[in-house]
């Protein structure tokens, strides 16, 4: 059983980075045809995909935040992160990730395993 956990601070000042982890346990981030993604949900609205970054290790952005965000993975600890520079309040959101095997989905159904979210609020 495929296991994800988001970690990382859930208050966030304006114009800072946000950075998040998602540590995989119960299955290898590098093994098979993989995309191991960062889904977000602000407050009454619908999820939206952030990026991607997939087994092989390239990396896939939402063309609106492409310009802010970074994705990158340790695979030694079987991790993946997200950096979201030069945040503003309008990125205060549920922060998930997940698995799935296509890419930029932003339904709950595109994705076979989901952690449990993380609250990142942008505030000064």
């Known amino acids: 059983q495929v296991q994800l956990q988001e970690s990382g601070p859930g208050l966030v000042k304006p114009s800072q980075t946000l950075s998040l982890t998602c540590t995989v346990s119960?299955?290898?981030?590098?093994?098979?045809?993989?995309?191991w993604s960062w889904i977000r949900q602000p407050p009454g609205k619908d999820l939206e995909w952030v990026g991607a970054?997939?087994?092989?290790?390239?990396?896939y952005y939402n063309p609106s935040l492409k310009s802010r965000t970074s994705i990158s993975r340790d695979t030694s600890k079987n991790q993946f992160t997200l950096r979201l520079n030069s945040v503003t309040p309008e990125d205060t959101a549920v922060y998930y990730c997940?698995?799935?095997?296509?890419?930029?989905?932003?339904?709950?159904?595109?994705?076979?395993?989901w952690g449990q979210g993380t609250q990142v609020t942008v505030s000064s």
């Open positions: 119960g299955g290898s981030i590098t093994i098979s045809t993989y995309y």
């Open positions: 997940a698995r799935g095997d296509v890419l930029g989905g932003a339904a709950r159904n595109a994705y076979e395993y």
């Open positions: 970054i997939d087994t092989s290790g390239s990396t």
